[in-house]
């Protein structure tokens, strides 16, 4: 069952990272919804499946608010679920100070409370609907539940792998930089290497097309999406031979032993993309931004993200 969002539905998500993903969580919020946010809850009008990103732990719709529980529970009291069993969470809010925030046998109570005015069956283990409550800023929240699935995790245990490769998780939250709608979007990862940025973007349903000059990796490419039951189109070729118009670009930057690139050669390749894209999201473990204003970029935003001994740097340019 899926409740039907009204027009200027306000929805609330909970985030949770690493520090090291501080920087690059805050870029995707910022792609995902236009906005920020200093703690760990963001609200907006824009509805996200919460799966989407690495970093989003769970959405709540927004259908019910009140200044206290009493008057939540009023209005939770004309609820209809029409036939259908539910499940109530009560979805911590980790920004508020301890002293807010309520003791576990408190939430347990809660949620049983507003289980007791709905108007509909309980069912703890296999419910229709999941419902949430949550306390923000002083306010008490109803609505939709959604819990987030970990995709990128389960993409972790793929055939082919390189330890310089983005991780899933980095991977996941790139894509979404780089194309926060995708509807009618066209994409291409032209070094799309193992193919770590494909298999997030195919289950996501992005439409993306792959390309690498290396002929010993494809194959390796094309096992890690089939092994979880995606395809794309994934080509040979050097990025100064695509011809082809997309919207998006994603640009892993070669830097590994076997692929050393001189500035000249990171020119050649960003001049490439600025022909063939409108949109360019690079990631690079060097300084370029000199070399991407000479290929005629304008540098949006940027995020930073720290792996091992070396940081990577997520840019955005139009």
């Given at each position: 069952m899926d409740i039907t969002p009204q027009k200027g539905t306000t929805y609330i998500y909970t985030y949770a990272h690493y520090e090291d993903e501080r920087s690059l969580c805050a870029l995707e919020m910022r792609s995902l919804f236009s906005q920020d946010s200093d703690s760990n809850v963001l609200e907006s009008s824009v509805k996200i499946d919460p799966s989407r990103s690495p970093f989003i732990k769970e959405r709540i719709t927004a259908m019910y608010e009140a200044e206290n529980l009493e008057d939540l529970l009023k209005q939770v009291g004309s609820f209809q679920l029409r036939?259908?069993?539910?499940?109530?969470?009560?979805?911590?809010?980790?920004?508020?100070?301890?002293?807010?925030?309520?003791?576990?046998?408190?939430?347990?109570?809660?949620?049983?409370?507003?289980?007791?005015?709905?108007?509909?069956?309980?069912?703890?283990?296999?419910?229709?609907?999941?419902?949430?409550?949550?306390?923000?800023?002083?306010?008490?929240?109803?609505?939709?539940?959604?819990?987030?699935?970990?995709?990128?995790?389960?993409?972790?245990?793929?055939?082919?792998?390189?330890?310089?490769?983005?991780?899933?998780?980095?991977?996941r939250a790139v894509v979404n930089i780089a194309i926060p709608n995708p509807i009618g979007v066209t994409a291409i990862d032209p070094c799309c290497g193992i193919g770590t940025v494909l298999v997030e973007a195919r289950s996501m349903g992005i439409d993306i097309v792959g390309s690498d000059r290396n002929p010993l990796i494809l194959p390796g490419a094309r096992e890690n999406l089939a092994h979880f039951g995606l395809s794309a189109e994934i080509n040979r070729a050097d990025i100064r031979d695509i011809n082809d118009h997309y919207d998006v670009a994603i640009i892993d930057l070669p830097y590994?032993?076997?692929?050393?690139?001189?500035?000249?050669?990171?020119?050649?390749?960003?001049?490439?993309?600025?022909?063939?894209?409108?949109?360019?999201?690079?990631?690079?473990?060097?300084?370029?931004?000199?070399?991407?204003?000479?290929?005629?970029?304008?540098?949006?935003?940027?995020?930073?993200?720290?792996?091992?001994?070396?940081?990577?740097?997520?840019i955005v340019c139009n």
């Open positions: 036939g259908a069993t539910f499940k109530v969470t009560y979805v911590k809010n980790n920004g508020q100070v301890k002293s807010e925030q309520e003791s576990f046998e408190k939430r347990r109570a809660i949620e049983r409370e507003i289980g007791l005015h709905i108007n509909g069956t309980a069912d703890l283990r296999n419910p229709d609907q999941l419902l949430g409550i949550m306390n923000i800023n002083g306010r008490w929240i109803f609505g939709e539940y959604v819990k987030s699935e970990s995709v990128w995790f389960r993409h972790q245990q793929k055939p082919n792998d390189y330890s310089t490769a983005l991780s899933t998780r980095v991977a590994n032993l076997c692929s050393v690139i001189n500035p000249e050669e990171q020119l050649e390749m960003l001049q490439s993309a600025r022909r063939f894209s409108n949109k360019v999201v690079v990631v690079t473990v060097e300084p370029i931004d000199e070399i991407l204003l000479t290929a005629g970029f304008t540098i949006k935003d940027r995020a930073f993200v720290k792996k091992q001994s070396f940081i990577r740097e997520v």
